[in-house]
């Protein structure tokens, strides 16, 4: 008897025709934005999202500053939405995240940094959406529907419409070229479902997602959808930060998914990641570099920033089987819904 397929694994597996779609169709206006946002030599940048948007904000972090040297911070929706604060964002970039468009408070903290003369930019999957109107500039992200309360074709393709923004911005014909592979990549990420680490997460609560710079972008939103579409309580950390005390709760046998990308921070997630298997815990690594963490297959791209989204791509179809493996619906997991507006 064959299982029925879920909402959530059905979108993961259209992936690759979205980001195609994304390439196909908003290259040109998003080219058109990155020219304009250059011009305007901002002095900094500023992120506005929750949940997965924001994992995909911190992604564009790294990114813009790795790349373009600009300085980037997160804000609080709440400084505008429920503090009515005013603050002085001229001469910066803003770049709100938000997968419908419609949270008051996103849209609230939008609208206050166009008022106050930042250049803000809308990533979204409604165009029409109220952000979309809070906002100077909108960048659609031509997802398609999703109707999994678990945002997987939303997350990657808002962290593609930034890279595509950062391609355009520096002139980066080595980022467009990556990004032009990327979806047939991304096809061949959705068919690693990592089994030999479902095996050892198994009946597990509580587990840690490891990584540094833009793939500890990654290891947030993994922690966050072990949550909401499993029920497996599990922490990120910056493997930089984790042997500075969370690692004193590590015992034997303790689960641990490191995410490292083929960039400057391979070696550091890969030392980190067996230091910890060597005190006892069952430690996985992206990255062949391994000694005493386990191996997992892998689907290295033509960018070190494009890395990290075929990572997330062969999570998503593994924690998706986890999910059914555990007896958890992942298209409704318990107490959320698809769109929450936040005041």
Not at 59 to 83: H, R, T
Not at 125 to 132: H, M, Y
Not at 173 to 182: C, E, G, I, T
Request: net charge negative; aromatic share 6%.
């Amino acid at each position: 008897m064959n299982t029925p397929i879920t909402q959530m694994r059905q979108e993961v597996l259209e992936i690759p025709s979205a980001v195609e779609r994304l390439l196909s169709r908003g290259t040109s206006a998003i080219a058109d934005i990155a020219r304009a946002a250059a011009a305007t030599d901002p002095r900094f940048a500023v992120t506005v999202a929750r949940g997965s948007s924001d994992h995909a904000c911190t992604f564009l972090k790294y990114a813009f500053e790795l790349e373009l040297g600009l300085p980037v911070a997160s804000i609080g929706p709440s400084v505008a939405s429920i503090y009515g604060a005013k603050l002085n964002l001229a001469q910066s970039v803003s770049l709100s995240v938000s997968q419908s468009g419609r949270s008051p408070d996103i849209v609230a903290m939008t609208r206050s940094a166009t008022q106050s003369g930042s250049f803000t930019v809308a990533i979204t999957n409604d165009a029409t959406s109220p952000l979309s109107e809070a906002a100077s500039h909108t960048i659609d992200i031509h997802a398609g529907p999703e109707r999994s309360v678990a945002a997987t074709k939303t997350f990657v393709t808002s962290a593609v419409a930034g890279l595509i923004l950062l391609a355009e911005w520096k002139g980066d014909d080595v980022l467009r070229a990556a990004l032009k592979a990327l979806p047939e990549q991304l096809s061949r990420a959705a068919e690693l479902d990592w089994p030999e680490l479902r095996g050892v997460i198994g009946q597990a609560s509580s587990l840690f997602t490891l990584g540094r710079g833009p793939a500890w972008a990654i290891s947030n939103e993994a922690a966050l959808k072990f949550k909401e579409t499993c029920q497996i309580h599990a922490e990120s950390y910056s493997s930089a930060e984790v042997l500075h005390g969370p690692v004193s709760i590590v015992g034997t046998d303790f689960p641990i998914l490191c995410f490292a990308s083929a960039d400057a921070a391979e070696a550091s997630v890969v030392d980190v990641a067996d230091q910890i298997a060597a005190k006892g815990a069952r430690v996985f690594v992206t990255s062949k570099q391994a000694r005493a963490a386990h191996h997992l297959p892998h689907v290295r791209t033509d960018h070190g920033l494009t890395d990290p989204l075929a990572l997330i791509v062969s999570f998503y179809a593994m924690i998706e089987k986890v999910a059914g493996e555990r007896g958890v619906d992942p298209d409704a997991p318990r107490h959320l819904k698809k769109v929450t507006e936040t005041v």
